[in-house]
């Protein structure tokens, strides 16, 4: 009899610290298995971040290193441009991606590292127990606003995609989601398609996807996936807003400014 399923080379076999109902995994798996496909593990460099997924090290079978909180992309620039020959994959949290490392974020993406960026939205604060995050919902009941957050005092929540699409050098940016297999499937295809692009040289790559936190939520697993595409895709809608290397090329990605002092 075939198998149903191979666990993935790419993966230690161990026991989970993720809550159940968590996407974390099912990114990890999917992360593991398209290194199996590609046959990359061995030149994959992960840069974990802190967060939930602080010892994503744990999971997958690559060499690691562990950034300071916020620092991943600063830290996946230094260690790309030393092993310019290896795959680097910085793994961030919305808190480590969006709060403290905002600028690591934005100048990392400016300068079209070639890098590849795995971002999970969950839009809460989950390691340190259910605050706000920068892309918690308006209205959404967290520990730090438990009457639902207020954009009039702590704004609206960060679309971080969009917000990279607004630079010059990025060449792949997609958002998926992790709450039914359809959408499993074509969140695996993104990141392969991230990180063929930058095995073949073509520069910085931003893969987001939506992703569930039953705990912090409070809700079951069922429940916390149809939030997911109820809630949150509405606000952060799914697909592939720029992919250069197969043409598609936003206004952003052709300045037409002069230089001044000519």
């Given amino acids: ?29 999917l992360i593991a298995q398209v290194m199996d496909e590609m046959n990359i593990q061995n030149d994959v460099l992960l840069v974990a971040p802190v967060g939930c997924a602080v010892f994503a090290y744990n999971y997958l079978d690559v060499d690691s290193v562990e950034a300071a909180h916020g620092r991943a992309p600063a830290v996946a620039t230094g260690v790309k441009r030393v092993h310019k020959d290896k795959i680097v994959i910085s793994y961030q949290g919305d808190g480590d991606l969006l709060a403290i490392g905002t600028a690591e974020t934005v100048h990392a993406a400016n300068r079209g590292e070639n890098i590849t960026v795995i ?11 259910g605050q706000m995050a920068p892309t918690s919902l308006v209205g959404q009941v967290t520990v730090t606003t438990p009457y639902g957050r207020n954009a009039d005092d702590v704004g609206y929540p960060i679309r971080a ?79 592939v807003l720029r992919d250069i ?4 090329i936003p206004d952003a990605a052709s300045p037409k400014a002069g230089v001044v002092g000519k």
């Fill in 161 to 239: 995609a969009e917000m990279i699409n607004t630079l010059v050098e990025p060449k792949y940016i997609e958002r998926c989601a992790v709450y039914d297999v359809k959408h499993i499937n074509q969140t695996k295809a993104a990141i392969k398609k991230a990180l063929t692009y930058q095995k073949e040289g073509k520069g910085y790559s931003f893969v987001e996807i939506l992703s569930m936190c039953p705990t912090n939520w409070g809700v079951d697993s069922v429940t916390a996936a149809d939030w997911v595409r109820d809630s949150m895709e509405p606000y952060f809608p799914l697909g």
């Fill in 245 to 248: 290397p197969a043409g598609n």
């Fill in 119 to 129: 971002f999970i939205n969950n839009a809460i604060y989950g390691m340190t127990g």
């Fill in 1 to 29: 009899m075939s198998k149903i399923y191979e666990f993935p080379k790419s993966m230690k076999d161990v026991k989970t610290h993720y809550c159940a109902g968590c996407g974390h995994g099912i990114v990890h798996k």
